[in-house]
């Protein structure tokens, strides 16, 4: 999700104005998942990198996510949409967190939708991350050397248990994928939207997932 600070300064507007109109774009996306049949969708809503803004935005963007976590679980859950996050706890605020494990606790039976948020993630923190884990374990003598494998990582990636991405898109017209699921997006679709992501909705999915129907997925193979 990309252009809020460029959809605010497009109208002279603040950049938190962007943010906020970005948490709408936010709930359209969501409702547009569901009305597709979409099972899984993971939203990136704060990189590792972006703990590196402004304190005054580091905190509305905070303030944003405890008020959609406080105020659209109920909705999310109405909808049978199961929520989870992935990425670097640590560094959230301890009453943050609380409302991610609560959320992620009263969702948890549903199956409508998977909704993962990604907050104070970074691809390569992920990877990083598990390779740390694994030679932990090897030292630990838990693992062998030998049964490090594609598996043996996955297991201690964030998403463990998450199907990897068929289509990633990305808005604002950067073509990127900026520390996003590198791992897991490895043979995913990849579609550019030119659209600020304020002003993205439904309208926008529906027309990213046609894009990815049209595609031939060969994950490598050669052509038939």
Known sequence: MDGNGRWAKLRNLPRTAGHRRGVE???ETVKGAVELGIAYLTLYGFSSEN?????PEVDDLMGLLRFYLSSEIA???RQGVRLRSIGDRARL???IVRLIEEAEERTRENVRLNLTIALSYGGRNEILRAMRMIAGDVA???LRPGDVDEAALEQR??????PDPDLVIRTSGEQRISNFLLWQSAYSELVFDDCLWPDFGRENLRRA???YQRRERRYGTAVG
């Open 140 to 142: 630990a003598g838990r």
């Open 75 to 77: 909705e999310l859950h």
């Open 25 to 27: 774009a936010v709930r």
């Open 157 to 162: 990636l964030f998403t463990t248990g998450l």
């Open 209 to 211: 997932v046609e894009e």
């Open 51 to 55: 703990w590196n803004r402004p304190p």
């Open 93 to 95: 605020a301890p009453d």
